[in-house]
């Protein structure tokens, strides 16, 4: 659920630069979502169904987390240790995998990861 970028965001909100890289971030963690979802209908997988209601109340919890611009570099650190991680287990996944339309579709994601971990720094 894409709710850290949007909220550092606020955060930087008047860094043109810094939310331009969180607006591609956002896109392209849907672009992730949505390929990956493809993917497994294709393949027959039986994803579970989550109900929109529960996203919005996930939502609205995270709202109630309160960041402060004094964090800002922890945040910032946070983030890119999570994109870090996302790129790593990507990267794990593509190299264990022996479907190659599945291989790429991590390798690509990888990329995108890293590139979101080094846009933190």
Not at 9 to 31: I, N, P, R
Request: aromatic share 10%.
């Amino acid at each position: 659920m894409p709710v850290y970028a949007a909220r550092l965001m606020q955060l930087l909100w008047d860094d043109v630069d810094a939310t331009a890289v969180l607006s591609m971030e956002l896109y392209e963690g849907l672009k992730h979502f949505t390929a990956l979802a493809r993917y497994l209908d294709r393949v027959g997988y039986q994803r579970e169904a989550s109900s929109e209601a529960a996203l919005v109340a996930a939502r609205e919890r995270a709202l109630a987390i309160v960041y402060e611009e004094r964090d800002l570099i922890a945040h910032l650190t946070n983030f890119m240790c999570s994109e870090l991680f996302a790129a790593y287990f990507f990267l794990r996944l593509s190299r264990q995998t022996r479907e190659p339309v599945l291989r790429q579709l991590l390798t690509h994601m990888t990329r995108d990861e890293f590139r979101h971990a080094a846009s933190a720094g």
